[in-house]
């Protein structure tokens, strides 16, 4: 069979398959130096060993050219909104184009047009214009929303994105972990990066410059499929931004944005994902995205054959995704190995 890389968020009992191309698996010891008196040649001792399953995954059924890549306008009012259940006691803004929210415009939220106590409401998903009800509040519905959003505007003239999302795990390993597992590393879950590059044609409406020099926060949004079905948002600020050319050729612009997180207590996540409950990208994917947003270790299967290899606890370090005009939308997936790989099956 086929080569597979795999990954479970349920302790193995379910595996999801990776879209993916190519992958490979690495182990690196420490290097400890134990060169002594009287040796003519430096000498070592492998010391704890870690290991790590890179994997790309290609978000199959959208070719390049449909992802949009859009960021918030000018804030606009709205009075009254209708909301709907997205489950449990999460509710979203009915009309979708004004999903996203002004975090600095006052946000009221009405159950039976009664204003809802702020004590009674868990979170606001500014980026996705939905309220969640903390789990002691029963809604008696219907439920609508006054407050503000931003209309959302292509970025115009990009040709290819790069969206950074790794994680840098923390080592927690002590002696007796490493004695018990055979000297091998154990990690758990640190601080989260989030970095968005565009390249494209370079064009004075644009103003980019004019971003960079206002230390503008604005709201973008990341969509691969083009249609909705699993879209990206987060507060950024540009950092970077540039134009170069050659004679006779068009000039091409670049723009970085850094993620922005807001010192606001109910702004739970700065940045998220989406999935419409019709996306057909991968489950593998959507797994490797919560995981590495969330704290909780998954299991990642590498299988040389398709069938045998070897598995183990992993933290998902990198999840990054890239496309352009003419390439897939192709995530890259690593895995950093927590623990000591064991044989599959």
Not at 132 to 161: C, L, N
Request: charge should be negative.
């Amino acid at each position: 069979m086929a080569k597979r890389v795999q990954i479970s968020d349920d302790n193995g009992v379910t595996w999801f398959t990776l879209p993916g191309s190519k992958a490979e698996i690495s182990y690196e010891g420490a290097d400890i130096k134990d060169t002594i008196f009287g040796q003519d040649y430096q000498s070592g001792q492998t010391g704890l060993i870690g290991w790590m399953v890179t994997a790309n995954g290609v978000y199959k059924g959208f070719a390049g050219y449909v992802a949009k890549l859009l960021k918030s306008g000018t804030s606009t009012p709205f009075s009254v909104e209708a909301m709907s259940l997205v489950s449990g006691k999460t509710y979203k803004i009915t009309n979708a184009t004004k999903n996203v929210w002004n975090r600095s415009v006052t946000t009221n939220v009405f159950d039976n047009a009664v204003l809802v106590n702020a004590s009674n409401i868990l979170e606001i998903n500014w980026l996705f214009g939905q309220v969640t009800f903390t789990p002691s509040y029963t809604p008696t519905t219907p439920i609508t929303v006054t407050g503000a959003y931003f209309p959302m505007t292509q970025i115009g003239k990009a040709q290819s994105f790069d969206l950074t999302q790794t994680m840098a795990a923390i080592e927690n390993t002590d002696f007796g972990i490493a004695q018990g597992n055979n000297g091998f590393r154990t990690y758990e879950v640190g601080l989260r990066t989030v970095q968005l590059g565009l390249k494209g044609v370079f064009a004075t409406a644009n103003d980019f410059r004019t971003l960079l020099t206002t230390r503008a926060e604005l709201i973008v949004e990341i969509n691969p499929d083009g249609v909705g079905k699993s879209v990206a948002r987060g507060f950024f600020k540009a950092m970077v931004t540039g134009s170069s050319g050659d004679v006779g050729a068009l000039e091409e612009e670049t723009l970085n944005f850094t993620l922005a997180v807001p010192d606001q207590a109910n702004v739970l996540l700065p940045f998220r994902w989406l999935h419409d409950a019709t996306t057909t990208l991968s489950v593998a994917i959507q797994k490797a995205l919560t995981a590495w947003a969330g704290t909780a270790l998954v299991d990642v299967n590498y299988l040389h054959d398709g069938t045998t290899g070897v598995k183990g606890d992993a933290v998902v370090v990198d999840v990054s995704l890239s496309g352009g005009l003419e390439n897939m939308n192709d995530f890259a997936v690593k895995f950093q190995g927590c623990n000591a790989p064991v044989v599959h099956p």
